[in-house]
């Protein structure tokens, strides 16, 4: 559903870079969005230029052809000297046919391609992604004043706001703006059949019977505290162990070594265990959401992952470490479990004992979830902020 809101801007151009190849399918129902509001975007990711184009700004065939080699040729060493070359000299070059330039996920080599626009009086914005911020060193985040100093607009999320305020003060206060991006997989997660559902588990899984599946993490990096999650569960009981199956999502993020290390400390746990570790299609990802029962997330930070989202969406008990700040959830009695580190055994414990009167709770999160984060609300305060 579009809403006609194009007295903001009408008929703009923007061009966003994004930097993570597997933000695809976000950036392409960002601009499906957008571009029923009359906001025509051209997605370009800086990791394999590899774009999507919905706008009619020309880019010259030379370039076009440079984007294509980028991104199917396989030469590790060539490859990355051929994106330099387009990072520093080219890209620029079609910047001054756009409306705006959003640069999403601030990453400090992004200050050469600001310095081109403050030269040019090219108008840019910054949408901050969360990891960009919150693990930043102080070095980095020195560099960051330069975006910050001369951009138009700073888009982020509550908790990235109270971040800002903690670096930089009040300083950017003008500048900031609350936005959030829808989450598409609500549409899929609804649509699922049961008969699917119990194919795509058994795929996933195997047949584990009557347990209690517990999501621990949403990815391979080592920051998600995987260790400690295997730690907690190990310490109980026997029964309890044999009353849960274990997934670990671990698509991207993690190294080799790192899986065979994770893998071998499930083995000594006695828990049956299931690590995900290739690639998902979106219905067994939807899969993951609709059947887990239980959620663990410990990570050193986040800035409301869209998969978390995903888990209150369907109902699941979540547990999440009282460290991390969603700002959202506490505003809107979104209910989940704050738990320390040392406590998470204490945590999965009392749910396992108590699981119907914890997932009545949590099913009362499902609306409260939708009216926040689903595309339909989110678009009009990005498209408001865009016609600014």
């Known amino acids: 559903m579009f809403c006609d809101i194009t007295l903001f801007c009408e008929l703009m151009n923007i061009l966003i870079l994004y930097p993570y190849y597997n933000q695809k399918g976000l950036m392409h129902n960002f601009s499906s969005y957008l571009r029923g509001n009359g906001i025509y975007v051209d997605a370009l990711c800086l990791a394999n230029y590899n ?166 993490g949403y990815n391979g990096i080592q920051s998600q505290n995987h260790s400690m999650m295997i730690e907690a569960l190990a310490s109980l009981s026997d029964a309890e162990k044999n009353s849960i199956h274990v997934v670990f999502p671990m698509t991207y993020g993690a190294k080799s070594d790192y899986l065979e290390y994770i893998r071998s400390q499930l083995d000594g746990t006695m828990i049956s265990y299931s690590i995900l570790d290739c690639f998902l299609e979106l219905k067994e990802v939807a899969t993951i959401r609709k059947t887990a029962n239980i959620v663990l997330n410990v990570q050193n930070t986040d800035a409301m992952a869209a998969s978390l989202q995903d888990h209150l969406y369907c109902g699941n008990v979540c547990i999440f470490g009282d460290w991390l700040n969603y700002v959202p959830y506490t505003k809107n009695d979104i209910f989940y479990i704050k738990t320390s580190m040392n406590d998470i055994a204490v945590h999965v414990r009392d749910v396992l004992k108590n699981y119907d009167y914890y997932h009545n709770l949590c099913n009362e999160n499902h609306d409260k979830i939708k009216n926040l984060f689903s595309w339909d609300v989110t678009i009009l305060k990005q498209i408001q902020v865009y016609g600014e």
Not at 185 to 204: A, G, M, P, S, Y
């Open 51 to 216: 774009y999507e184009k919905t706008t009619v700004v020309p880019w010259s065939e030379v370039l076009v052809r440079i984007f294509f080699i980028v991104c199917k040729f396989n030469d590790g060493v060539l490859k990355r000297i051929i994106r330099k070359i387009v990072f520093q000299y080219f890209l620029r070059k079609i910047f001054p046919l756009y409306d705006l330039v959003d640069f999403h996920s601030y990453s400090s080599k992004y200050n050469i391609l600001m310095e081109y626009c403050v030269k040019k009086n090219i108008k840019f914005d910054i949408t901050l992604w969360g990891s960009d911020l919150m693990r930043s060193s102080e070095y980095r985040r020195k560099l960051f004043r330069y975006g910050f100093d001369n951009c138009y607009v700073i888009k982020m999320t509550e908790n990235l706001y109270e971040i800002m305020k903690k670096y930089y003060c009040n300083i950017y206060d003008d500048k900031c703006r609350i936005v959030y991006f829808g989450n598409s997989d609500f549409q899929i997660i609804d649509i699922l059949t049961e008969t699917e559902i119990d194919v795509i588990k058994n795929r996933l899984y195997g047949n584990i019977g009557g347990k209690k599946i517990v999501v621990c």
